[in-house]
């Protein structure tokens, strides 16, 4: 009888796509708590990157190291859509501008105009190197394209790019000519089934997914399972890969997600045998904006999601309306947490908050324009 009962859980588990080895593996409040302490960053030094002009948002930020100096991927929209750009930083504060990663297309293609970029197999051990490491010679980023103007418009994918050059010197990456994922594929799920957005590509050196890359990604789709379509939503999900091109969605399900509202962008660090999935949630019901969060995992598959109190939320002039999308890193005992702020003019610029009270930024937005006044 046990022999059978081990048969039947055994053809339950492999049909739903989860090896063996990655079952649940709670982590407990107390865990969770000792993570919140350890990354909290009550002090914000305010923006450290804002963009030349009230028609230009900043947005997304990925930071990287090389040897003494830190990089800084980032997105720039313009009216048109998304282009990826670069910029570097000796001390996490302070930054200068070095050029595009990923541009317009000058021809039709599947992304001719939305090119949103994101580094993918990073150093993600908490406190550690934060390099990026190559693949088969190469260095990667995962991107969502598309071929429409506009904020966001159109049908977004989610593709790939790589470059054999160094990736903290300002040059065109190449793209793979498909994308990897579309929200018309036969086999998208209910909650992805509109728009694909940002997506993560960690290395899994311990195969707990049962492959060596897994990618983090978020997406719009119905509102349920039942394709009710009132209401904007976002959620995380999966996908495997054993050799960066060719990839595959793993589990139905979003393994992070909430009742309402966006839960997206994830950001991954591991802190000795627990992962750590920081990420943004928006338009929740009992919560106001944009706001950065975290969950934890032991397997990468099963997220156990902070209940407390918000990493970032909006509290300043500069990230009145919006704080959210992270990137949070610790360096020399000071935990830095990246994101994008939003003021309530819709400037949309880069900020950073720390463990350890640094000062404060004299960086600001351009003044907004002024329109003429109105007659008594």
């Given at each position: ?49 804002v ?14 190291r ?31 501008t ?11 293609t ?30 990667w ?15 977004l ?26 929200a ?33 990604y ?20 999966m ?16 393994i ?30 009992d ?39 992270s990137?949070?890193?610790?360096h020399?005992?000071v ?6 702020a ?35």
């Open positions: 009888m046990e022999k059978h009962l081990y048969i039947i859980l055994l053809f339950i588990l492999l049909g739903k796509g989860v090896p063996l080895y990655a079952q649940a593996v709670a982590v407990t409040p107390e865990e969770m708590e000792s993570i919140y302490r350890e990354v909290k960053t009550p002090y914000k030094y305010g923006l450290v990157m963009p030349p002009s009230n028609d230009k948002k900043m947005d997304c930020p990925t930071v990287f090389k040897g003494d100096k830190w990089y800084m991927t980032y997105l720039i929209f313009d009216g048109r859509g998304y282009e990826t750009w670069l910029a570097s930083s000796n001390d996490l504060l302070k930054w200068t070095l050029g595009k990663l990923m541009s317009f297309s000058d021809r039709e599947w992304d001719a105009h939305q090119k949103a970029g994101y580094n993918a197999l990073q150093d993600i051990t908490w406190g550690g190197t934060y390099e990026l490491k190559k693949y088969k010679g190469k260095y980023m995962s991107y969502f394209g598309g071929d429409g103007r506009g904020y966001e418009a159109g049908n994918s989610i593709g790939m790019a790589y470059t054999k050059g160094k990736p903290w010197i300002a040059h065109e990456w190449t793209r793979m000519e498909k994308p990897l994922f579309t018309k594929d036969a086999d998208v799920r209910w909650w992805e089934n509109r728009k694909l957005f940002k997506s993560t590509v960690i290395e899994d050196k311990k195969r707990l997914s049962g492959h060596r890359f897994v990618m983090y978020n997406a719009n789709g119905d509102s349920a399972q039942n394709n009710l379509k009132t209401r904007w939503f976002e959620r995380i999900g996908a495997v890969s054993d050799d960066m091109v060719h990839w595959k969605r793993y589990l139905q399900e979003p992070v997600h909430h009742p309402v509202g966006i839960t997206g962008d994830a950001v991954i660090q591991q802190m000795d045998d627990t992962y750590v999935m920081f990420y943004f949630g928006a338009f929740w019901q919560r106001k904006g944009a706001f950065n969060r975290f969950a934890a995992s032991k397997d990468l598959v099963h997220w156990t999601d902070w209940e407390g109190e918000n990493l970032i939320e909006p509290s300043e002039p500069f990230d009145a309306l919006y704080a959210h999308k990137f949070v890193l610790k020399e005992g935990v830095y947490h990246f994101y994008c939003v003021n309530k003019d819709e400037q949309r610029g880069i900020a950073v908050a720390t463990s350890k009270d640094l000062g404060k930024s004299g960086l600001q937005f351009v003044a907004p324009p002024v329109g003429p006044k109105k007659q008594p």
